[in-house]
């Protein structure tokens, strides 16, 4: 790891020797990793280098066979290896999946309130919350009554987003935030998460396949090859060391 990298203060995510193994496949070995407050972090790698896996196991949704994770709330740092995912909501971890993002028979505006109804205090606090959101994405805002299935796939990432922050989350874990978004799409939620990183103060470590877009809006970058972390560094950085690969292998 580089020296650059060394962090002036504990990290708000750590993790640590992380391994991960579905029966005899192991998909992630010597995984460790750092979010430092205020930092967009990316994840990248190849289909199948164990990206979502690394991720899941943050989010206790699968149990690494080693390693740890360590999470820092509140000035607080804790253990968060094996806490339950619900669990790491309430400490402020939103998680937004790749896939079954949005609830497709609810309205937007209800799939939001489902999202902080169990952690903010009450209704109201809720109702709130949701004006907020709607105020900060007006695509949802003209859409706010309108079933989720009816959104196209952007509209309803911006929403499966959005919903995220329903509880008001101190860090958001992101798989592939730009799968099967346009151009203009893509720019327009990379550039949300860009705000709500330095706006909201919402730390992100998020998994991509855009290299080159997720390399504009975060700080570092971890590449994984398959099962390990091949490299990390400053985005410019690992930019850098892509094209150079791209250059040589023709890729
Ligand atoms: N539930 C599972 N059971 C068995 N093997 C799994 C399971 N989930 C993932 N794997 C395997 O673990 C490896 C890593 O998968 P993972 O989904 O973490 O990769 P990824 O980097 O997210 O890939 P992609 O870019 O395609 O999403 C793969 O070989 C995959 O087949
Ligand atoms: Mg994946």
Same mark, same amino acid.
């Given at each position: ?57 943050? /989010?206790? *949704?699968?149990? @690494? %066979?080693? +390693? ?7 000035? #607080?740092?804790?253990?968060?290896? =094996? ?88 860090? /958001?874990? *992101?798989?592939? @935030? %730009?799968? +099967? ?7 327009? #939620?990379?550039?949300?998460?860009? =705000? ?56």
């Amino acid at each position: 790891m580089e020296p650059d990298d060394a962090p002036a203060v504990a990290p708000v995510l750590e993790v640590q020797g992380l391994e991960i193994s579905y029966g005899p496949v192991v998909a992630a070995t010597d995984v460790s990793l750092r979010v430092n407050r205020g930092e967009i972090v990316a994840l990248l790698g190849p289909n199948g280098a164990g990206k979502t896996s690394v991720l899941k196991a943050i /989010m206790g *949704l699968v149990r @690494p %066979s080693a +390693g740890r994770v360590d999470y820092l709330a509140g000035g #607080v740092r804790r253990e968060i290896t =094996r806490v339950p995912t619900h669990d790491l909501a309430r400490l402020g971890i939103a998680n937004v999946p790749s896939a079954q993002i949005v609830l497709p028979r609810m309205t937007v505006e209800e799939n939001l309130l489902v999202g902080g109804l169990y952690l903010l205090d009450d209704r109201r606090a809720a109702r709130q919350r949701v004006d907020e959101l709607l105020n900060r994405f007006p695509l949802l805002a003209a859409r706010a009554g309108q079933l989720a299935s009816s959104l196209s796939g952007g509209e309803q990432r911006q929403l499966a987003i959005a919903r995220g922050l329903m509880p008001g989350p101190r860090l /958001m874990l *992101l798989d592939e @935030p %730009s799968l +099967g978004l346009s151009p203009i799409m893509l720019n327009s #939620v990379f550039g949300m998460l860009a =705000r709500i990183c330095r706006e909201d103060g919402v730390d992100i470590l998020m998994v991509e396949q855009n290299v080159r877009k997720a390399l504009e809006i975060a700080d570092r970058a971890y590449v994984m090859r398959i099962g390990g972390i091949e490299f990390s560094g400053p985005s410019d950085e690992v930019a850098e060391m892509e094209r150079l690969k791209d250059a040589y292998l023709g890729g």
